[in-house]
């Protein structure tokens, strides 16, 4: 059987908070989750969202260590039009979330790039409306 594309995964200081940054961009996870050590949101197609704190990780890996240097994984959430993108970032931002500001990119999207509650990059994307 060959492997197939299940999850992503993302370790945390702070199960809550990275759960509320979450939810603030539209994934659905219990309230009773930010107590816990794992949670998961399915989103659509199927493919999972998981959250572990580093305490759990370290349960089964004591020698784990977070990664040093900036992030190494990122995430990109589409957006329903450039104005929404600009607006999502406003939001974040305001709670010092923001990171690279909205700009029209040469590859026709509006992007705006965040950081969550532990560091990882989110980026907030739309298509463009085509000239011509």
């Known amino acids: 059987m060959t492997p197939r594309f299940d999850a992503v995964g993302l370790v945390t200081d702070d199960m809550a908070a ?3 940054f979450y939810r603030r961009l539209g994934l659905d996870l219990p309230a009773e989750a930010d107590g816990q050590p794992h949670a998961e949101a399915e989103l ?42 600009d607006a999502a970032y406003a939001e974040f931002a305001a709670t ?6 909205p700009w029209d990119a040469p ?5 705006a790039c965040l ?18």
């Not at 493919?47 to 305490?55: G, I």
């Not at 010092?96 to 500001?101: D, K, Q, W």
């Open 107 to 111: 590859w026709g999207q509006r992007y």
């Open 18 to 20: 990275s759960l509320a």
């Open 44 to 85: 659509p197609g199927g493919t999972r969202m998981l959250w572990d704190t580093a305490d759990s990780v370290r349960s089964f890996d004591p020698g784990w260590t977070p990664p040093k240097g900036g992030h190494r994984i990122g995430l990109a959430f589409l957006c329903d039009s450039p104005a929404a993108v």
């Open 115 to 132: 950081t969550d509650p532990d560091g990882n990059g989110v980026d907030l994307f739309a298509p463009l409306p085509t000239t011509g």
């Open 96 to 101: 010092g979330h923001g990171g690279l500001e």
